[in-house]
């Protein structure tokens, strides 16, 4: 079991980190961001429906109807929205670096929201993450002349954006399958997106596109959407904390290696800065659940020795 999680985790680290790259080839070329999300989510939309028809059908309370529609709101359309739009200005290693800010950003607003305890260190590990953000995005000069400022500022407000999501899905999270919550919120996100997505759909040229691009298409509605989300959330019930965060992690630096060796981008001192803080407050402000974990795991095993 514990080599199908780490599969699990690898192969969505992998897949997410091609995704910062494999969509600077699409965008915005052959299809403009917001016709490109609209594609991905439809996609992911039908395959969740034909995968909730076959092995969950579970129905849905209307009196969390609401809660559904904000999930969509914050999940996908918002989150979808910002983040290709980002993505299409700034470069795969700066998007990559700013989305490792999620877990700060869950952990903040749980402390706002559900009224969780917080410590110093998960203070420092805020205050690290972001400093770090702001670093990549203003560089040293701390101005807005950069070419990816505004890209590196949308895919942040967009991390905030999912943080959202994770933080007021809980309830949701506790009661349906995983795949009734997907299934809902792709339904409604994509109906969100439609009228901001439409014109650029309208706009794509089928009959002019490479079929690489075709399949690129594919590859972000099917693997980086669809499987990515089933994989992920069944590796979230088996694995750790500590595991999840390492996975965290690796994410920038297959981005950075691919990005690099694709030519779609460099390695600077600046970036490799930001990404060590980011990592440093992602560490500190998951300490106390991986502290938790390893003091469980004890316990058991003093309860196994009996």
């Known amino acids: 079991m514990k080599i199908k999680v780490h599969l699990a985790l690898l192969v969505v680290t992998i ?13 915005p070329v052959y299809v403009r961001p917001y016709g490109l999300i609209f594609l991905r989510v439809s996609m992911a939309t039908a395959l969740l429906w034909a995968f909730h028809a076959l092995y969950v059908r579970e129905k849905i309370e209307r009196k969390d109807a609401g809660l559904f529609l904000l999930c969509a709101i914050f999940g996908v359309a918002t989150n979808m929205l910002l983040f290709f739009k980002g993505l299409a200005i700034t470069t795969p290693i700066n998007g990559a670096v700013i989305m490792v800010t999620t877990p700060i950003l869950v952990t903040l607003l749980s402390l706002i929201f559900l009224k969780e305890k917080f410590k110093i260190y998960h203070w420092a590990g805020v205050a690290l993450g972001f400093l770090g953000a702001f670093i990549l995005i203003s560089g040293f000069s701390f101005t807005v002349q950069n070419s990816t400022v505004w890209g590196d500022f949308y895919v942040f407000v967009n991390a905030v954006s999912y943080s959202v999501y994770l933080v007021i899905a809980k309830p949701l999270v506790d009661k349906y399958h995983p795949v009734t919550i997907l299934k809902w919120i792709f339904l409604i996100g994509a109906i969100l997106v439609l009228p901001f997505s439409w014109q650029e759909v309208q706009q794509v040229q089928w009959q002019f596109m490479p079929y690489g691009i075709v399949l690129e298409i594919l590859f972000l509605g099917i693997f980086a959407t669809f499987v990515t989300y089933l994989l992920n959330g069944w590796a979230m019930q088996k694995a750790n904390p500590a595991l999840v965060g390492f996975y965290i992690y690796l994410q920038p630096v297959f981005t950075t290696f691919i990005a690099i060796v694709r030519q779609k981008d460099t390695l600077t001192a600046t970036k490799i800065l ?5 990592f440093a407050g992602v560490y500190l ?7 938790a974990y390893k003091e469980s795991k004890v316990k058991i095993r003093r309860q196994q020795n009996g």
């Open 274 to 278: 930001a990404a060590v803080l980011i």
């Open 285 to 291: 402000v998951n300490l106390s659940k991986i502290k």
């Open 15 to 27: 897949i997410y980190a091609l995704v910062f790259v494999i969509a600077k080839d699409v965008m």
